[in-house]
């Protein structure tokens, strides 16, 4: 099966920088095949996306952090990114990454248990 990991959360001041990583553990994944997504979840309220990657490097992204966030993905190192610029205290949330693999003849998505990023003002 296929795990993601998330890493690289942790605790910044407004205006800082992370970058989370998601790594695709296991086998049987396909990388390159179907769209990826970061969500978030913040305590109390739904979960989000924030940004897709599709197979061919289309991006898009949640108007919230447009223009702030990257999304990318190195299909040699099973990895997708989301770098974090001049982040907010409302960046706050647990943040979920979603690999897209095919399933039964279409793209299904495994999820990883979540990395915290928190903003202090």
């Known amino acids: 099966q296929v795990q993601p990991v998330e890493s690289g959360g942790g605790s910044v001041q407004a205006g800082g920088s992370l970058k989370l990583s998601c790594v695709a553990s296991?086998?049987?994944?396909?990388?390159?095949?179907?769209?990826s997504h970061w969500y978030r979840q913040a305590p109390g309220k739904e979960r989000e996306l924030v940004s897709t990657i599709s197979s061919d490097g289309t991006t898009t992204y949640a108007d919230s952090v447009k223009g702030r966030f990257t999304i990318s993905q190195d299909f040699a190192k099973n990895t997708m990114y989301l770098e974090m610029a001049s982040l907010k205290s409302e960046d706050t949330a647990v943040y979920y990454c979603a690999l897209g693999s095919p399933q039964y003849g279409i793209c299904g998505l495994y999820w990883g248990q979540g990395t915290q990023v928190t903003v202090s003002s």
């Open positions: 296991g086998s049987g994944y396909r990388f390159n095949t179907c769209a």
